[in-house]
């Protein structure tokens, strides 16, 4: 078992920056992901990066505007959000692949472990 704990959300106007953490409760070997909930809507896939960050993904709303990255050594997964805009508006959840297949996975339904959320307000 394995705890992920978010942090570093926050409200900010659009057009700024925030960066997500992902706290992990021990060394994790696994593809790590994010996803976010907007209000009233369903959990979307945002970025996932491979254990060795040999590989990334992002979902299309967010390419070129997110970053994803991580650091074995703290056991920990960065979001860097560039150029918000009000629909990034959402929980943003940490996400761990325990049986990752070397292809990286963009369902949540393929993840095992999940953060509780941070609440990320992005106003016009």
């Known amino acids: 078992q394995v705890q992920l704990v978010e942090s570093g959300g926050g409200m900010v106007q659009a057009g700024g920056s925030l960066r997500l953490s992902c706290a992990a409760s021990?060394?994790?070997?696994?593809?790590m992901a994010w996803f976010r909930q907007p209000p009233g809507k369903e959990r979307e896939f945002v970025a996932a990066?491979?254990?060795?960050?040999?590989?990334?993904d992002y979902g299309g709303a967010v390419k070129g505007r997110f970053t994803i990255s991580r650091d074995n050594a703290k056991n920990t997964v960065y979001l860097q959000m560039n150029s918000l805009k009000p629909e990034d508006t959402a929980v943003y959840y940490c996400?761990?692949?325990?049986?990752?297949?070397?292809?990286?996975?963009?369902?949540?339904?393929?993840?095992?472990?999940w953060g509780q959320g941070t609440q990320v307000t992005v106003s016009s």
């Open positions: 021990r060394g994790i070997v696994y593809d």
């Open positions: 996400a761990a692949d325990r049986w990752s297949t070397g292809v990286l996975a963009i369902r949540e339904t393929e993840y095992d472990y």
């Open positions: 990066i491979s254990w060795r960050s040999t590989k990334t």
